[in-house]
Every structure is written in C-alpha cells, then in structure tokens.
C-alpha cells in the first residue's frame, strides 16, 4: 500500500509518526489551493503573507487530525494489548501498523471506531471556536463554503480556516464510514457480523466483499467525473477506489489462508525446547556461554520457575562496559515488550499479520501462568501454511 521511502517526523508514547514521499504532494498541492482560496476570502494575492500563513496552517491542521485520528485506533488498540508500530501518513492519509489483529469483535469494534471518534471530536470543537469567535450566522456562512474554492464575503480568515477544518474532517467522518472494508466502516460492519456469526474469517470474507463493491462504485464514479472534465476529483476517487480494492482483496485472499490453517495453535507448531537463558546469571557468563556458543542474535530469558521475563538481544548485552559484565545481571537488561511474546493458545492465523514476528523471526510463546512454554517461528508458520494447502488438495 505504502511506498518504501519515509522518515519520521516525531514519535508519540513511543509510536513512531512518519511520512511517506507521496504525502508531500498532496501536501504541497493543499496549501497551493488554499492559499488561492485564502487570497480570495481576504482580498489579497494568493502570495501574500496572510493566506499563504493560513494556508499553511490549514494543511497542518488538516494533517495534524488525521494523525489524531490514527492515534486513537493505536491507543484503542494498545488498551487491548496489540502493539502499534508506527503510524504512517501518506497521500490518501494515514494509517497505524498495528502488530497483530484483533481478538473478538468487541476488541474490533472498539479499535476501528475510536478513529472517527476523534475525527467527531475534531468537528465538534473545530465548530464550537469558530461559533464562539464569530457566532452563528458567520460561521455558519463560513461552514457552508467550507469545501468551496470561491471567495467567502465578510469571513474572517481565522473563522474561514477553522470552518474549513471543520467541513473537511466531517467529510472524511462521513466517508470513513462507509462499509467498504478496510476502512473504518468496513471494520466497524465486520465485528458486527463476526458478533453475529461468530466466525473471524467469515465476516472479514463479507466484510472484503462489500469493500470491493464500494471500490468499483469509486472507480466508476471517478471515471464519470473524469467524463464530465472533473480531472482531479476524478483520478482521486479511481485512486482511493483501486488501494480499497487491493486492501480488501488482499483481506480475501488472508481468510483463504487462515481457512486452511483451521484451529491450529501456536502450541500445535511451536518449537517446546528453546534454549533459554536464567536471568540470574552475569551478561559476562551469558556472552560466553550463549551467545558466542549458539551465535543467535537474541535468547529469552527466564526466572527460576521458568516464568517468562523478556527478551536479551546480543546488541544490548555487548553495550555493558567489560568492566561491569561479571556484576551486571542478565534480568536487568531483558526487553519486556509484550508484543514479543503471545498466548500458546493463540489460533496461529493471528500470526499471519504480525509485525514483530517478520521483525524478529520469532515469538515467544507463554502459557496462562506466565511461564515460557515454546518459541514460534517464521519458518514454522509458514511450514503450517503448507501443511495445510497441501492437506486440502
């Protein structure tokens, strides 16, 4: 979906915030618009200081809500345990990587509906200042060429912003709703029929189905505008009409997968003796007698009852001083992510998206008490997706 350059802009409770190259111009090309629409409603060359400023700060504020609005599915999704990689924006917007999928449709419901959430918030208190500084009648004048590009009479340039944001983000609320998955609507219409039914890759079948309606819908509309000499708004919805019809199809094509994966488990496929490291020991011995012996990038590391305690990655021992590694203990240095470690009753089609497990290789796998039971590898998976295929042949 995204193009493989980006860079990060800042990073928020530890989620990284980046941007893909294809942001930059529609970026660009907002703050060219609406710095002629500016000009327009102050009577000045689109130039000027004044609506190049409001410009500026309309494309932020516009930018700055869609990551508010992936904020709240990643920290929707972090209450329930799925980590969030990164949040990346893009030229049709952004969107959170999250670790893994979620577990029940109320976990669903709950992550997918906490973006338009904030996206209503948006709206409401975007209103509600434009409303106080300007009362009503202007700002309700203002909010109705709040997506126009033609002069605003006797608006204000701060109201004229503020109603734009304001129009904009109810559009995207309302678009982002519609059922056509894998938008916000369309993950929203999946957990209800994952309630109703019961069944995860039944509704993601139903669910990806509408969303490839919707997309053809999109591109059929887009090609009428584009007829009717429409250009942009015409390649636009083609465009957000094909990336729904790859994200759904690629859904379709996962619960395919997941299908002949059946009810396996971590536990059914999981490697039962891993080497494993105490915690109580050195980083000296643990350097010595692990890593330079196995040459693995990393080991988890257990207590004495065998209870999982994290994660010892070679990189962070060797940053020990030689001078502290006899008196350095192995559990002080130990990750404790807990998006590197799952249930080993987790259904294994859960893995099939998981980011940490492509990162890393590997997860660890731990039993209702916390202690580590086996390690569950890439390989493995995929070995199971084979088996599988294979089986229903």
């Known amino acids: 979906m995204l193009g493989g350059g980006s860079f990060t802009l800042f990073h928020v409770r530890g989620i990284r915030i980046s941007v893909d190259w294809s942001w930059f111009l529609i970026f660009f090309f907002l703050i060219l618009t609406m710095s002629q629409r500016f000009g327009e409603t102050l009577g000045e060359s689109s130039t000027a200081a004044a609506p190049f400023a409001l410009a ?3 494309a932020v504020g516009f930018f700055g809500s869609i990551v508010l609005h992936e904020l709240g599915h990643a920290f929707a999704a972090l209450r329930k345990g799925i980590g969030i990689s990164s949040i990346q924006l893009w030229i049709f917007g952004g969107v959170a990587r999250m670790d893994r999928e979620s577990d029940s449709p109320a976990t669903e419901f709950e992550v997918a509906v906490a973006g338009p959430l904030v996206t209503l918030a948006i709206v409401i208190l975007a209103s509600a200042i434009g409303t106080a500084a300007a009362g009503v009648g202007e700002f309700g004048h203002a909010l109705r060429v709040g997506l126009e590009f033609h002069t605003a009479a006797g608006v204000s340039g701060i109201v004229s912003m503020l109603a734009w ?23 929203i219409a999946r957990s209800f029929i994952w309630w109703r039914t019961g069944n995860r890759n039944l509704a993601t079948r139903y669910a990806a189905n509408l969303g490839r309606v919707f997309a053809y819908l999109f591109i059929g509309a887009g090609l009428l505008l584009l007829a009717s000499g429409d250009i942009f708004s015409g390649v636009w919805l083609a465009l957000i009409g094909m990336v729904i019809n790859g994200g759904a199809r690629g859904a379709a094509m996962q619960t395919a997968l997941t299908d002949r994966i059946g009810d396996v488990l ?8 891993p080497v494993t490291i105490p915690g109580e020991i050195s980083v000296e011995k643990a350097l010595d007698e692990y890593f330079l012996r196995y040459r693995w990038p990393w080991f988890p590391v257990v207590d004495a009852a065998h209870g999982f305690l994290g994660l010892l990655e070679r990189d962070r021992a060797d940053e020990v001083p030689e001078v502290s590694r006899a008196s350095s203990s192995v559990s002080d240095l130990v990750d404790h992510d807990r998006a590197l470690f799952i249930r080993d009753d987790t259904p294994l089609d859960s893995l099939l998206n998981n980011q940490n497990l492509r990162r890393l290789g590997a997860l660890m796998a731990v039993d209702a008490d916390g202690r580590l039971s086996g390690v569950i590898t890439v390989e493995q998976v995929g070995r199971a997706l084979r088996d599988a295929a294979a089986a229903s042949n």
């Open 56 to 58: 500026v700060a309309s």
């Open 165 to 187: 944001l304001a129009a904009i983000n109810a559009f995207v609320l309302v678009f982002n709703l519609l059922p056509a998955f894998p938008m916000d609507g369309g993950r």
């Open 266 to 273: 971590v536990a059914d496929v999981m490697d039962r003796e």
